[in-house]
Nanobody
Framework: EVQLQASGGGLVQPGGSLRLSCEAS????????LGWFRQAPGERREGLST????????YVRDSVRGRFTISSDSAKNTVYLQMDSLKLEDTAIYYC????????????????WGQGTQVTVSS
């Protein structure tokens, strides 16, 4: 059974940092693409950053490039999202997902989704 367990969310002040983790199980990590997505209240879910579990090739959405960094550790079957210089508009539920392909940045190609972790940026 494929499982994706996201953690690391919480309440942070503007300008602060958080590191999200997503531990994957039930599939061969290096044969999948992993991604981070978010959905703010009343908004559509959007893709943030994706990475190949095989070679670390990654994509970062323009709006968060320079602030968000994706990485993975195949030995731990875990993908991370380091978020720095957080802004009020980063408040959302953050989801990790896995796609049955080496790499994709397309949300519609992601097959498995975790339960999400809440990130709230507030002063």
């Amino acid at each position: 059974e494929v499982q994706l367990q996201a953690s690391g969310g919480g309440l942070v002040q503007p300008g602060g940092s958080l590191r999200l983790s997503c531990e994957a199980s039930g599939f061969n990590f290096v044969d999948y693409a992993l991604g981070w997505f978010r959905q703010a209240p009343g908004e559509r879910r959007e893709g943030l950053s994706t990475i190949s579990g095989r070679d670390g090739y990654s994509y970062v959405r323009d709006s968060v490039r320079g602030r968000f960094t994706i990485s993975s550790d195949s030995a731990k079957n875990t993908v991370y999202l380091q978020m720095d210089s957080l802004k009020l508009e980063d408040t959302a539920i953050y989801y990790c997902a896995a796609a049955r392909r080496i790499f994709t940045e397309l949300q519609g190609e992601y097959d498995y989704w975790g339960q999400g972790t809440q990130v709230t940026v507030s002063s």
